[in-house]
């Protein structure tokens, strides 16, 4: 990752923040301006995997939502594979929060969807979303609807649709955020040998810092709002990862201890003080 530089476009990263401002204008016309990002700068060069941490209300979700081309920052450059996103951006995987399922297709039709709307061709799309499908172990549930299916697989299902997409850059929303404890960690582990397959970049918002450190090349840590970048860590332990032992690793209590002193500071309002 590259940080803190002079504002440039190299074609070679995949994507950028330079010095980004998002103020939203609430409805109503005496009501203040509310600044969620302030000089945000940040660049990813292809299949790194970065992952972004901060108190809730930080900006963590509009980062992406910019990169999305889903809104306009006030202030700076969103630049990705070399330029300015303009509209809403195609060429970028996004998996939102909600797993977002088409509740009126099957799960394979599901998985179909984004290659779909690329219009790959019918055979080939499906070929494409079973090899997807089997690596998740989810082979079997095909013809299933979203609401037969459990949360852990939904959420399995969300992550393969935009996986077989096959995007350069892949945002990813707390994707495993209401999934119970062992539940996560068995698609942290499924995640990355996706991920390795490829290996998309990936902006990845979490709020476990776990999570954050078995996943990540980089993790950014941010303020409280107006959310600003606090500090970028190198995660340095080796790759493939061994997420169920994760804390057993040299460097991982340093990294953890690091990092949630940073993000403590901001949820109990001591870090506004520096
Ligand atoms: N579309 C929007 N309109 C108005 N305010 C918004 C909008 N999106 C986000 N915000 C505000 O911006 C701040 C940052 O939001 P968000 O990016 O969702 O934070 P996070 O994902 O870190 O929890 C919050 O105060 C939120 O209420
Ligand atoms: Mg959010």
């Known amino acids: 990752m590259t940080e803190g530089l002079t504002p440039g476009r190299d074609p070679g990263e995949a994507l950028r923040l330079d010095a980004v401002y998002k103020a939203f204008v609430p409805r109503g016309r005496k009501a203040e301006p509310l600044l969620a990002l302030e000089d945000v700068t940040f ?28 809104m306009r920052p006030s202030a700076g450059h969103v630049i990705h594979a070399g330029r300015e996103v303009h509209g809403v951006n195609t060429e970028i995987g996004y998996i939102t929060q909600d797993d977002n399922l088409l509740p009126w297709r099957s799960m394979l039709r599901n998985v179909e969807y984004g290659l779909e709307l690329r219009g790959v061709p019918r055979a080939q799309r499906r070929d494409r979303a079973r090899e997807f499908i089997e690596l998740v172990g989810l082979a079997g549930f095909e013809d299933h609807y979203p609401h037969e299916l ?32 062992q539940t996560r960690v068995i698609l942290q582990d499924e995640l990355l040998k996706l991920w390795d397959r490829r290996r998309p970049t990936v902006l990845f918002v979490t709020h476990d810092l776990v999570e954050a450190i078995a996943l990540s090349d980089h993790i950014l840590t941010f303020s409280g709002r107006p959310g600003r970048i606090k500090r970028a860590y190198q995660v340095n ?15 991982f209590k340093e990294l953890y201890d690091a990092l949630w002193d940073d993000i403590r500071a901001e949820i109990t309002g001591a870090g506004h003080a520096a």
């Open 43 to 70: 660049a990813a060069r292809p299949g790194e995997f970065i992952s972004l941490v901060g108190p809730s209300g930080c900006g963590k979700s509009t980062v992406l939502n910019l990169l999305a081309g889903l």
């Open 150 to 181: 459990s949360g852990g697989m939904r959420k399995r299902a969300g992550i393969v649709r935009t996986l077989a997409y096959e995007s350069g850059v892949v945002l990813m929303d707390e994707p495993f955020g209401p999934l119970d404890a």
């Open 237 to 251: 332990l080796p790759r493939p990862r061994d997420v169920f032992h994760i804390h057993e690793q040299a460097g």
